[in-house]
């Protein structure tokens, strides 16, 4: 009964591969209700599961696909995009000073003032407290330990990472499709 009142812009398609694994998990690969009916008419997708939404038109009723598979497979990016989530991610939502959890932000290792550069390499995470302690410092003057060497990580480490913090917005269906080998974690 409460699918009927769910808004259309609520019903986006999760997008799996050929292979069945998302496209993309960070951002995770969504395309709105409308790419993802039009993509099934060019039958470049197949619809692997629907909402209980249905749209109609003059001639036609169908229910909204709820995940959608390509037809041809895509060659996954080997890299993430560099954003602020996914440095979070990369550093698992924990100060690499302290390992504290809360009141996170960014720490730039060799400071800005030295030259240093926003890039994988030399951004990672910081409770604000250690931020404020570091200053405009190396972490050797601060004589503060870095937990993890900041690196590049390739989109295969942070799904590795990602699965102890999924999405906020999970539909039912889509769950097989991101965590299907969950299980098989230690
Ligand atoms: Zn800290």
């Keep these: ?5 769910t ?3 609520n019903c986006p398609a999760l997008v799996l591969n050929a292979d069945y694994r998302p496209l993309s998990y960070y951002p995770l690969s ?3 209700w409308q790419d993802a009916v039009k ?4 039958d470049r997708v197949n619809i692997v599961e629907e909402y209980d ?3 109609h038109s003059p001639s036609v009723e169908f229910a909204l696909p709820s995940v959608i598979s390509l037809k041809r497979y895509v060659k996954p990016a080997p890299y993430p995009a560099f954003t602020r989530f996914n440095v979070f991610l990369r550093d698992r939502f924990t100060c690499q000073y302290c390992g504290a959890k809360n009141d996170l932000t960014f ?3 060799v400071p800005r003032a030295y030259g240093g550069i926003t890039t994988w390499e030399n951004v990672i995470t910081a409770c604000a407290p250690c931020n404020l302690r570091k200053g405009g410092r190396t972490p050797a003057e601060a004589g503060m330990a870095v937990r993890q060497i900041p690196f ?3 989109a295969f480490d942070l799904q590795e990472r990602g699965r102890r913090f999924p999405p906020n917005y999970l539909h039912e269906s889509w769950r097989d499709y991101l965590y299907w080998d969950a299980e098989l974690q230690p």
Excluded: C, G
């Design 1 to 5: 009964m409460q699918a009927r009142q």
């Design 152 to 154: 590049r990580p390739t």
């Design 53 to 55: 939404r249905v749209i």
């Design 39 to 42: 993509a099934v008419f060019m």
């Design 30 to 32: 969504l395309w709105s």
């Design 7 to 9: 808004s259309l812009e």
């Design 107 to 109: 720490d730039h290792l």
